[in-house]
T-cell receptor, first 109, second 113 residues
Framework: SQQGEEDPQALSIQEGENATMNCSYK?????LQWYRQNSGRGLVHLIL?????REKHSGRLRVTLDTSKKSSSLLITASRAADTASYFC?????????FGTGTSLTVIP | EAQVTQNPRYLITVTGKKLTVTCSQN?????MSWYRQDPGLGLRQIYY???????DKGDVPEGYKVSRKEKRNFPLILESPSPNQTSLYFC????????????FGPGTRLLVL
């Protein structure tokens, strides 16, 4: 399968703590995206990291990409209750997109 | 407001009864796609379309049909639904080749009895 694997499946932290989630694929990664999904609603694009980038920041988000390990991580710093959601990585390949299995994040106020 | 809309949002049907889920976008996007989301499996791509009259299979196309007669619309058709097609369905769109950000609709929750 070309789908990605994400871990952990679920993560529960206190407000103010950092949250890290990981994504890996069995096939090579060129570009990688992260999306957020609030409780069964549509996904929202967060950030794209390209194959020539090792790390990228956007506000409280930090994404890393290791093409040799075919993996990426998403770090959310100083988490807030509003960050409670599911997070998915996605690998664009040609005209298709292969999503990861998702990490469900709960931030406790 | 720029958006992707889907109808219906919720649907309960019986095995074998043909149904159509509509998808429409008002952003003049060339690319549109359908996904299904199942617990523990993430999103899997069913079909996508690069432009009008151009459609291609994704990862899980069996049991589904699509058409792209107009740029803004991309309906998903289940000719003979089965219980294993019970799922949450999302439509998405983006601009053409070279753009990666997809914009998702609100989802259609389908239950096939």
């Amino acid at each position: 399968s070309q789908q990605g694997e994400e871990d952990p499946q679920a993560l529960s932290i206190q407000e103010g703590e950092n949250a890290t989630m990981n994504c890996s694929y069995k096939t090579s990664i060129n570009n990688l995206q992260w999306y957020r999904q609030n409780s069964g609603r549509g996904l929202v694009h967060l950030i794209l990291i390209r194959s020539n980038e090792r790390e990228k920041h956007s506000g409280r988000l930090r994404v890393t990409l290791d093409t040799s390990k075919k993996s990426s991580s998403l770090l959310i710093t100083a988490s807030r209750a509003a960050d409670t959601a599911s997070y998915f990585c996605a690998r664009p390949t040609g005209n298709q997109f292969y999503f990861g299995t998702g990490t469900s994040l709960t931030v406790i106020p | 407001e720029a958006q992707v809309t889907q109808n219906p949002r919720y649907l309960i049907t019986v095995t074998g009864k043909k149904l159509t889920v509509t998808c429409s976008q008002n952003m003049n996007h060339e690319y549109m796609s359908w996904y299904r989301q199942d617990p523990g499996l993430g999103l899997r791509q069913i079909y996508y379309s690069m432009n009008v009259e151009v459609t291609d299979k994704g990862d899980v196309p069996e049991g589904y049909k699509v058409s792209r007669k107009e740029k803004r619309n991309f309906p998903l058709i289940l000719e003979s639904p089965s219980p294993n097609q019970t799922s949450l369905y999302f439509c998405a769109s983006k601009t053409g080749t070279g753009a990666w950000t997809q914009y998702f609709g609100p989802g259609t929750r389908l239950l096939v009895l």
